[in-house]
């Protein structure tokens, strides 16, 4: 697949928005690709201060968020990066920029600004993973800062592939292939096998038999989805395990000291996602390091 040309990274000012737009330099820089940093002011139905006229506050929120804007776009002093603002809750605004314009990668923090300033990241990335078809690659604010790597491979040391072998593996599969070629990563593609909730002792002995062919049958899938080309680049590992999907998946993130996840998300429609509360919400939640989510139709 082509490398990003266009990346996307929302921001609200805050720290946490900061740690996204590190890292969205990163790769910008490393793929040679365009970032846009994108803020949206939304006009509040009511203001919190009573002595404020709306149209003042309003004003005052545009002003506020241009100064900032322009701060942010001259600290980062980089040819690739421009700047704009928009209108609207955040999370619309948001989607509609992410489909224009070649926009390949959106990149947005997982925590934001409360208050005066409205919580804008936070709920608002989970609301902006219901509505993109395009990758979005979330960042906790507890991730290690991203270092300068020009592709050689120090921003994405390891990473996790999550195969659930649903249809959309190999879209987000070749999204991980993707990151390690240029990082020159140690990819770690790790399936996980639900257990039965309850098992009778009769069943308990064919079970485990069944468990053992499973995992080889798991392994070989996994294998598949890793071609030679890239072995040769990367090295590789296969984990194949029995238990709760997002357990499993933060588990040996954890043990390979992953700098990224790479899952998948399934649903319907645009604002239909079955998996809201499910494996990929629950990782972007927890997880350490980033997480790219791709949806099926990317």
Same mark, same amino acid.
């Given at each position: ?77 980089s040819p690739r990066v421009g ?83 649903g249809p959309g593996t190999v ?9 390690g070629r240029q990082y020159r ?17 009769? !069943? $308990?002995?064919?079970?485990?038999? #069944?468990?053992?062919?499973? +995992? =080889? *049958?798991?392994?070989?899938? @996994? ?49 239909? !996602? $079955?998996?809201?509360?499910?494996? #990929?919400?629950?990782?972007? +939640? =927890? *997880?350490?390091?980033?997480? @790219? ?6």
């Amino acid at each position: 697949m082509k490398p990003f040309q266009h990346i996307l990274c929302p921001t609200d000012f805050s720290p946490s928005s900061r740690h996204a737009q590190d890292l969205a330099l990163t790769l910008a820089n490393d793929f040679q690709a365009r970032l846009t940093l994108f803020h949206s002011v939304d006009s509040p139905v009511y203001s919190s201060w009573p002595t404020v006229p709306q149209p003042e506050f309003a004003a005052e929120r545009q002003r506020w968020a241009k100064k900032e804007m322009a701060a942010l776009e001259a600290s980062l002093a980089s040819p690739r990066v421009g700047a704009k603002l928009g209108e609207g809750p955040p999370h619309q605004a948001i989607a509609r920029e992410a489909a224009r314009d070649g926009v390949d990668l959106v990149v947005m923090g997982t925590h934001g600004l409360s208050g005066f300033e409205k919580l804008f990241l936070g709920s608002t990335t989970e609301k902006v993973l219901h509505l993109v078809e395009t990758p979005l690659l979330t960042v906790n604010p507890s991730s290690r800062k991203p270092e300068p790597s020009a592709g050689k491979g120090k921003a994405f040391r390891n990473i996790v592939l999550a195969a659930d072998f649903g249809p959309g593996t190999v879209a987000t599969a070749e999204y991980a292939l993707l990151m390690g070629r240029q990082y020159r990563s140690r990819i770690t593609a790790v399936h996980a096998h639900p257990r039965p909730l309850e098992m009778s002792h009769e !069943l $308990a002995a064919s079970w485990f038999q #069944a468990v053992e062919l499973d +995992r =080889a *049958a798991a392994t070989l899938k @996994l294998r598949k989805l890793i071609p030679p080309s890239v072995r040769e680049v990367c090295e590789t590992d296969f984990v194949a395990r029995e238990g709760e999907p997002f357990e499993i998946i933060r588990q040996v993130a954890q043990e390979v000291e992953a700098d990224l996840v790479v899952m998948g998300a399934h649903g319907t429609g645009k604002s239909g !996602l $079955a998996w809201l509360g499910s494996t #990929a919400h629950k990782m972007i +939640r =927890a *997880a350490q390091c980033p997480v @790219l989510v791709v949806r099926r139709s990317a």
